[in-house]
């Protein structure tokens, strides 16, 4: 199993000009704790996560260094903390240097890498572009489908796109859904709008070609969550 099978392909990202309440509004309504940053031709140039927003006066209030502590600190370093402390825009609190992966990392590449690097979440890039990203969540999700996981049977090549078309072929909302397959079982983790429409993904994920079991673990937005969606 690769980063490919596990990977959410809505990502929610920002340019370097996006304003920083736009960004945090971002992180608050979708339950995330980073977004990526990418330029004009969709390259990965940053990513502002709730890290870097944490240094905020907003949030944690002025701070005071001891006169000492001045004195030692790296200059760069200073300069940079300035930036994310006051900076307005996402170019100017963004994380340059970004942990990521490509579409065939393996799960346990990723797994070292979150643990190495203390971090909650990898964009997944083809070519430069973000095509996905890989959360803590995500993860566990992929190693937890792959623990009983039977080999796969001739026809469960593409169930993860065949699941995807069926599901937006019914019409759902399924922007907030990620599929994960393991074998011929399908997985399908987030949360929908209702009731119905999570037994709808379940539905519409058992009719894809080559789907021998669906186990879903979808939840459901509280009406305040919606409405914070939809603001």
């Given at each position: 199993?690769q980063?490919?099978?596990?990977?959410?392909?809505a990502?929610?990202?920002?340019?370097?000009?996006?304003?920083?309440?736009?960004?945090?509004?971002q992180?608050l309504e979708?339950?995330?704790?980073?977004?990526?940053v990418?330029?004009?031709?969709g390259s990965?140039v940053?990513?502002v996560?709730e890290g870097?927003l944490m240094r905020r006066?907003?949030?944690e209030?002025?701070?005071?260094?001891s006169?000492?502590?001045l004195?030692?600190?790296?200059?760069v370093?200073q300069?940079?903390?300035?930036m994310?402390?006051?900076?307005?825009?996402?170019?100017?609190v963004m994380?340059?240097?970004?942990v990521s992966v490509d579409e065939?990392a393996s799960l346990?590449h990723?797994?070292?890498?979150?643990?190495?690097h203390?971090?909650?979440?990898v964009p997944?890039l083809?070519?430069g572009?973000?095509?996905?990203?890989?959360?803590?969540?995500d993860?566990?999700?992929?190693?937890?489908?792959r623990?009983?996981a039977p080999?796969p049977p001739?026809?469960?090549?593409?169930?993860?796109?065949r699941v995807a078309?069926?599901?937006?072929?019914s019409g759902l909302?399924?922007?907030f859904?990620n599929?994960i397959?393991?074998?011929?079982?399908?997985?399908?983790?987030?949360?929908t709008?209702?009731?119905e429409?999570r037994?709808?993904a379940?539905?519409?994920?058992?009719?894809?070609?080559?789907?021998?079991r669906?186990?879903?673990?979808?939840g459901?937005?509280?009406?305040?969550?919606?409405?914070m969606?939809w603001e």
């Amino acid at each position: 199993m690769q980063a490919k099978d596990i990977m959410t392909t809505a990502v929610v990202t920002a340019n370097p000009d996006t304003p920083v309440t736009d960004v945090a509004r971002q992180l608050l309504e979708r339950r995330i704790s980073a977004v990526p940053v990418v330029d004009g031709n969709g390259s990965l140039v940053g990513i502002v996560s709730e890290g870097d927003l944490m240094r905020r006066p907003e949030i944690e209030g002025p701070r005071r260094r001891s006169w000492w502590l001045l004195l030692a600190a790296d200059p760069v370093a200073q300069a940079i903390d300035y930036m994310k402390a006051h900076g307005g825009l996402a170019r100017e609190v963004m994380t340059r240097t970004v942990v990521s992966v490509d579409e065939q990392a393996s799960l346990e590449h990723i797994a070292a890498l979150l643990e190495k690097h203390g971090i909650k979440r990898v964009p997944v890039l083809r070519a430069g572009k973000v095509v996905g990203i890989v959360s803590r969540a995500d993860l566990l999700h992929g190693i937890l489908a792959r623990q009983d996981a039977p080999q796969p049977p001739a026809d469960v090549g593409g169930l993860r796109e065949r699941v995807a078309a069926e599901i937006s072929a019914s019409g759902l909302r399924g922007e907030f859904i990620n599929v994960i397959v393991s074998g011929g079982a399908v997985h399908l983790w987030g949360a929908t709008f209702s009731e119905e429409e999570r037994e709808a993904a379940r539905l519409a994920a058992s009719r894809a070609a080559g789907a021998r079991r669906v186990e879903s673990h979808l939840g459901v937005f509280t009406p305040t969550t919606r409405t914070m969606l939809w603001e």
